[in-house]
């Protein structure tokens, strides 16, 4: 059927990059592993697509429960990246130069798909808010455990 829509609409697809996802509450096991076949025109043959527990698409990461977790491990891997930077360049850099790094190498990671994964388990967004913290107390030279709140204000984040 879906070769068939395929051809019906001359697309092709692209068999080594192809794979799916079951989605289903974290709670409900699989009770069987479905196999899905397509021919692949290339081999001649049919070919087993791979069941993947995650998924990128269109740059966010999507896993099989929707929790989030891995896309929101991989904006905190990017983010602490740059933090790493900021915290380097804050020694050399005025502020409103600091604040522009952040606005343009940390703010898409945290609003690009915000929509869908924004809605995420709230202790795994607790690490996207402790980064920005760290990284508004890198910019303005303050300690960790000094409140924030006038940073973000100041900062118009």
């Known amino acids: 059927m879906l070769f068939d829509c395929l051809?019906?609409?001359?697309?092709?697809l692209n068999i080594k990059k192809t794979n799916f996802v079951i989605f289903r509450p974290a709670q409900r096991k699989l009770t069987y592993h479905p196999k899905i076949k397509i021919f692949d025109?290339?081999?001649?043959?049919?070919?087993?697509?791979?069941c993947k527990e995650s998924?990128?698409?269109l740059g966010v990461i999507i896993d099989n429960n929707h929790s989030w977790?891995?896309?929101?491990?991989?904006?905190?891997i990017k983010i602490s990246q740059t933090l790493g930077l900021i915290c380097k360049l804050r020694h050399f850099l005025p502020i409103h130069t600091l604040l522009t790094i952040y606005r343009s190498l940390v703010t898409p990671y945290l609003t690009y798909g915000l929509i869908a994964w924004g809605q995420a388990c709230k202790s795994y967004l607790e690490k996207l808010l402790k980064l920005q913290k760290r990284a508004l107390c890198f910019i303005y030279f303050t300690e960790r455990n000094q409140h924030t709140i006038p940073l973000f204000i100041d900062a118009g984040v």
């Open 7 to 12: 051809t019906a609409n001359k697309l092709t």
């Open 41 to 50: 025109n290339d081999q001649n043959k049919n070919v087993a697509l791979e």
């Open 55 to 57: 998924v990128r698409y």
């Open 69 to 76: 977790k891995n896309h929101i491990d991989h904006v905190t």
